[in-house]
């Protein structure tokens, strides 16, 4: 009995490790406005006196942080430049999209910016003419021919204009995996929450069958 038992838990902990993959969300900066709490894409609060363009909203947590989020939530009177990584466990089936929720470039007054990702130039897909207290977010697909993430970490570069006061709100990392893309399309931008890992379908059939087979066997020899 107790043999055939334990092979039964044995199965199904290999069928249920078989369907457990999943995709992942992790974002750096906690995604509050700058500081603000404005929405997403807002602008950032105007008055005449030009100076506030510099603003430091970062939370005691943001200011000691070594993983990128110490850059959010302020606007420095020099240039921005970025050199970070973003560590994270690989998903090998499914699509992987950037995001950076950034404010404030004047690329016409004060010099193009550079956006690198592991050393490939997206600055292409900025919008380089915000004005002082515009804002905006934008997702980038990381192509795989092109970036290669099977590492586990993701090299973010950014070099602002020279005077430019650029601020950044959060970046993240999302990992959709193939069968769960509705369309093509991506889920909402990422609130700063890694979810909970969900069993997929596939997975859950199998953990009920094991179940019912443990709890038959059981019946069978007690």
């Given at each position: ?98 995001w950076i929720d950034y404010s404030g470039i004047q690329s016409s007054v004060f010099g193009r910016p550079t956006l690198l990702l592991d050393g490939v130039d997206f600055t292409y897909v900025l919008n380089l003419e915000q004005g002082a207290w515009g804002s905006d977010v934008t997702s980038i697909f990381l192509d795989p021919t092109l970036i290669d993430l099977s590492d586990g970490m993701l090299n973010v570069q950014f070099q602002g ?62």
């Amino acid at each position: 009995m107790r043999k055939s038992i334990h092979l039964a838990l044995v199965i199904l902990f290999i069928l249920g490790a078989a369907g457990s993959a999943q995709g992942f969300i992790m974002t750096i900066g906690d995604n509050d406005g700058y500081g603000y709490g404005i929405d997403d894409g807002a602008n950032l609060p105007m008055s005449s006196d030009t100076h506030t363009w510099v603003f430091e909203n970062r939370s005691g947590d943001e200011d000691a942080a070594t993983d990128g989020a110490q850059v959010t939530d302020f606007e420095p009177y020099a240039a921005r430049n970025l050199n970070f990584s973003l560590l994270f466990t690989p998903t090998t089936d499914g699509v992987t999209t950037f995001w950076i929720d950034y404010s404030g470039i004047q690329s016409s007054v004060f010099g193009r910016p550079t956006l690198l990702l592991d050393g490939v130039d997206f600055t292409y897909v900025l919008n380089l003419e915000q004005g002082a207290w515009g804002s905006d977010v934008t997702s980038i697909f990381l192509d795989p021919t092109l970036i290669d993430l099977s590492d586990g970490m993701l090299n973010v570069q950014f070099q602002g204009g020279m005077y430019d006061h650029i601020a950044f709100d959060y970046f993240a990392l999302e990992s959709v995996l193939s069968e769960d893309i509705p369309g093509g399309s991506f889920g909402e931008i990422p609130g700063g929450e890694t979810p909970a890992p969900t069993p997929e379908p596939t997975s859950l059939i199998l953990l009920g069958s094991g179940l019912v087979g443990l709890a038959y066997l059981r019946r069978r020899f007690s």
